[in-house]
């Protein structure tokens, strides 16, 4: 019986990996040890090659004594030795295969046949899939799909010349599945192969199957002849190498060959000859060749003799087998002979009922075979679909990973933009700060006088002269004001005025220098390191530069004033040097512009401080030493600096330079400060530099 089947049931091994993963057995011993000896193997576990061997060679031979339950004992065990070795599993799956397939349990033969292959496949041992394929197109063709056999078989040869190892096994698979499709020339031409390949190698026994095979054939076409040739040469094969099982298959052919001649002696001398061997050997009769003999009993004229020999093969055949049924139509037929047409008539209805049960049987197994095989497509799609919705879950993993690290690097790429946008701002900030920094201090260099030329010009004086800052100290002296003070020149230079003279009276140099910024001059007595008593005149350098002249003379010298008379040439050529070191703006309109410039530029100065370092001016006084810082009623001031915070309080005499200087700190030190703020105060410096760009010493 033919069946078609889909097209997806195809394909041997296509779809075998989950199932071959399974443990084979539901007999899997605990102990290993055990096992090996409960089947009679004498070999420890370690290493389990050897021992796994030895199990599967004690499992065949109780698989060819019909010992199916103690071979599938040794199969579990030999499954628990061997592991998860895949050339130890491949052959534990063939030798599953062949268990089932000799207890006629096709389906589930074919699929582990299937799963050798897949495993064969997947170590690439092509010698072993080959071998698995053929098995897999044999189990096939046993249950009626002849093209999926035909499919295996053929790839199996191919596999097999791959190798260089083709054998007679796979041509005479093949010619039988051609015989299974009414295509007797391919059979007969793969039958010829098959026995030429089995010659070569000098497998005589399988040749001569072959010729049975061969036999078979020509009978189907109704050649007798070629048959009966072909029969007998097996015959003799099966003789030599003493076969009887053999010798009474080849009687079976000549029989019904010499029936088909319609040589009936020639049919009773084959069955007579295939009783004795039977009798001589007790071996049991095929049905095939008891039915050969009934037919020769019938055909010879003794109906009786051949109905009690059909019950009897009947009685002693195996149920579902099919020869029962043409055992059951030559009953019925030797019964018509003997005129029992009742008879007849119920033995032909018990064949009509055995070759139901048969198809049925046949069907069954196809049946089952499709469902194990759809059940095993199902998990496989199940599987399948497992795998890939991991796969799709992977993917939006991997996605979202992707997806973050790319934000994560747009974002990292964004700060990083920023932070070099900022490092390149401070950069240029503090390039640009570098050059300021520098701009300060060509200032500085250009604001400081030249003390050559200044102490050469008070050392033409005979009057004893110093030149005083606007805090008291001492930047230059002639040699008349040193002999006077007793120190030398370069000693006094740096020195505070108080630490070179001591004032006497309650009128100190700190009192004095803070009205001379809004008087012109100022006298007090005052004592030499050599306690010598001086009168010492305080005069504010002309031009407002915030600088001070201490002229000094002895007690019986003539007074400041009159010696001021008396030396009008040296004053001429003081305020000659105030000329040159300083060049005040004389005109009143560019004096008064000049005052309210340095009153902006110290209000910007102190803004800007208190913006960029959230502090006070207190602060600014003390950090930067350019303002003194006084306690007035219990509180910290800095009265000199509050004065130039306004121009109706600003001295008559401002000191300049120490408002540049206090700008230049704020712009040194107040990093944070905007930019605007230190525009905007850079270019009140300027203006305040444009009426007093000169020489000056710092």
């Known amino acids: 019986m033919l069946i078609v089947l889909p097209g997806w049931l195809h394909d041997a091994h296509a779809n075998t990996s989950a199932g071959c993963a399974a443990p084979l057995s539901q007999q899997l011993p605990a102990d290993p040890g055990l096992c090996l000896r409960q089947a009679g193997v004498a070999l420890p576990v370690s290493p389990a090659e050897p021992a796994f061997r030895a199990l599967v ?51 589930q033969a074919l699929r582990h046949f299937e799963c050798a292959a897949a495993l064969a496949k997947a170590r690439g041992v092509h010698k072993d899939e080959a071998r698995d394929l053929n098995n897999v197109g044999v189990a096939l063709r046993r249950l009626g799909d002849y093209q999926g056999a035909l499919r295996a078989l053929t790839r199996s040869l191919e596999l097999k010349r791959m190798t260089g190892d083709v054998g007679g096994a796979v041509y005479n698979n093949l010619a039988d599945v051609h015989r299974e499709l009414e295509d007797p020339v391919s059979a007969m031409r793969l039958y010829g192969e098959a026995l030429a390949a089995f010659r070569a190698k000098g497998v005589t026994l399988q040749a001569a199957h072959v010729l049975e095979s061969m036999a078979e054939q020509a009978l189907d076409l109704g050649d007798a002849a070629r048959a009966e040739t072909w029969l007998k040469e097996a015959l003799a094969t099966y003789r030599e190498q003493e076969s009887r099982v053999g010798e009474l298959r080849v009687h079976d052919g000549l029989t019904r060959a010499a029936l088909a001649r319609g040589d009936l002696a020639a049919a009773r001398d084959w069955t007579r000859a295939a009783l004795a061997i039977a009798s001589e050997r007790d071996l049991p009769l095929p049905l095939g060749l008891q039915l050969q003999i009934i037919r020769t009993e019938r ?43 009742a008879d007849a008539n119920d033995s032909l209805r018990r064949a009509r009922v055995e070759a139901d049960a048969v198809s049925r049987a046949q069907r069954d197994r196809q049946l089952e075979w499709l469902r194990i095989r759809f059940e095993t497509a199902e998990r496989d799609r199940v599987i399948a679909a497992l795998e890939q919705r991991n796969r799709i879950r992977t993917l939006q993993l991997w996605g979202v990973v992707v997806s973050v690290l790319a934000l994560g690097l747009c974002a990292w790429l964004v700060m990083e933009r920023r932070r070099q946008r900022r490092r390149l701002i401070a950069e240029a900030r503090r390039v640009r700060w570098e050059q300021e920094l520098d701009r300060y201090r ?117 007074g400041p004033e009159t010696a001021s008379v008396q030396g009008e040439a040296g004053t001429a050529r003081l305020e000659a040097l105030g000329e040159i070191v300083d060049a005040p703006a004389r005109d009143a309109e560019m004096r008064d512009a000049f005052r309210r410039d340095l009153v902006a530029l110290m209000l910007g100065a102190v803004e800007a401080w208190e913006s960029a370092t959230a502090s006070n001016r207190i602060e600014l006084a003390e950090k930067s030493r350019i303002w003194r810082v006084n306690i007035d009623d219990g509180r910290l001031r800095a009265r000199a600096m509050e004065r130039y915070l306004s121009l109706a309080k600003l001295p008559r005499n401002p000191r300049w330079r120490d408002v540049l200087r206090t700008a230049y700190f704020v712009l040194g030190q107040c990093t944070t400060m905007r930019e605007d703020v230190r525009i905007q105060l850079q270019a009140q410096v300027d203006a305040v530099l444009a009426y007093t760009r000169r020489d000056a010493m710092v």
């Open 57 to 107: 060679e004690k499992a065949g031979e109780r698989i060819e004594a019909g010992r199916f339950d103690t071979a599938l004992r040794a199969l579990a065990c030999a499954e628990v030795v061997g592991g998860d070795d895949p050339s130890l599993r491949n052959e534990l799956m063939r030798s599953h295969g062949n268990l089932e397939f000799r207890r006629e349990r096709t389906p």
């Open 299 to 341: 055909l010879s004229g003794a109906p009786d003799q051949a109905a009690a020999r059909a019950r009897e093969a009947l009685a002693a055949s195996a149920e579902h087998d099919p020869d029962r049924v043409g055992l059951w139509e030559e009953l019925a037929a030797a019964q018509i002979d003997a005129g029992r047409h």
């Open 442 to 558: 060509r200032e500085a260099d250009a604001l400081a006088e030249d003390r050559a030329l200044l102490q050469t010009l008070l050392d033409t004086r005979e009057e004893a002269a110093c030149l005083l800052d606007a805090d008291g100290i001492v930047l230059a002296a002639n040699r008349a004001a040193c002999r006077l003070i007793g120190e030398e020149g370069e000693a006094l230079v740096g020195r505070p005025v108080s630490s070179c003279l001591e004032a006497i009276g309650e009128a100190g140099f700190d009192d004095v220098l803070e009205r001379l910024e809004d008087s012109a001059s100022c006298t007090i007595e005052a004592m030499s390191v050599h306690r010598t008593v001086l009168r010492a005149r305080m005069t504010p350098w002309s031009g407002g530069s915030g600088r001070l002249v201490l002229e000094l003379s002895e007690p019986d010298a003539p």
